[in-house]
């Protein structure tokens, strides 16, 4: 009986090494909370690190104390939500540094029991770089589309699968075909519906298609193996 107890003990202050071991190097924020009262009883580095206070100014405090959300009344609002539906998340949070500087982050919370304490862990990952891409990116994209928009010469782009997803002015004002009435049609199809004197050829047709699809999926040439 005292080996079995003894051999419990061991495995609970192993598991309770490899927790704080995950705690300390986590690449994430973590905050862990009095699941009643909201104050902060655990912080690791990582988060300590991301947002500027050291663990003596986050400890002891709720979080709409120190201002880490910009929302105090949205701050106290989440918190009472959390306790009465075990789990919260936030995709995309704004938070507050000590130098009052914005982090956009993923926040994730949920509450569960320890020694019958009610304990609320957060998970706090930092998506400002991703961001910041991704305005970049709508930036660029809305730049492109002026130029495309705004072009005197025609152009066309088409998706992968040869459907017309962008018909500019230019290009409606050399065809005489809106964009509203090309977009998601074929090109092969808009570009013989466009060729005079067809007479129906439906050869020409395919032929318009087999071009426009070699161009799209242009088949690898391999060099042929000489034998000696």
């Not at 705690?23 to 699941?35: K, N």
């Not at 320890?114 to 961001?131: A, E, F, L, Y």
Request: charged share 30%; hydrophobic share 30%; glycine share 6%.
């Amino acid at each position: 009986m005292t080996h079995t107890v003894i051999s419990l003990n061991q495995k609970l202050k192993y598991s309770e090494i490899q927790y704080r071991r995950l705690f300390e190097t986590a690449q994430d924020g973590i905050l862990i909370l009095d699941g009643k009262t909201g104050v902060i009883n655990d912080v690791n580095p990582f988060l300590i690190k991301m947002l500027g206070y050291s663990h003596k100014e986050l400890i002891g405090k709720q979080l709409w104390e120190i201002g880490l959300f910009r929302d105090i009344e949205a701050s106290r609002d989440a918190f009472d939500e959390l306790k009465r539906d075990k789990y919260i998340r936030y995709e995309d949070l704004p938070l507050k540094t000590k130098d009052g500087l914005r982090k956009d982050v993923e926040f994730v919370s949920n509450s569960y029991l320890v020694n019958n304490v009610d304990v609320i862990q957060c998970n706090i990952r930092d998506i400002s770089k991703r961001k910041q891409a991704e305005n970049a990116q709508l930036q660029s994209e809305g730049k492109f589309h002026s130029l495309v928009e705004q072009s005197s010469d025609g152009i066309i782009i088409i998706n992968n699968k040869g459907q017309i997803i962008e018909w500019n002015r230019g290009q409606e004002k050399i065809t005489g075909l809106t964009k509203d009435q090309v977009t998601g049609n074929m090109l092969w199809d808009v570009q013989y519906k466009l060729t005079p004197e067809k007479n129906d050829n439906k050869n020409l047709l395919s032929e318009f298609k087999k071009n426009i699809k070699s161009y799209l999926f242009p088949k690898n040439k391999t060099r042929s193996k000489e034998h000696y």
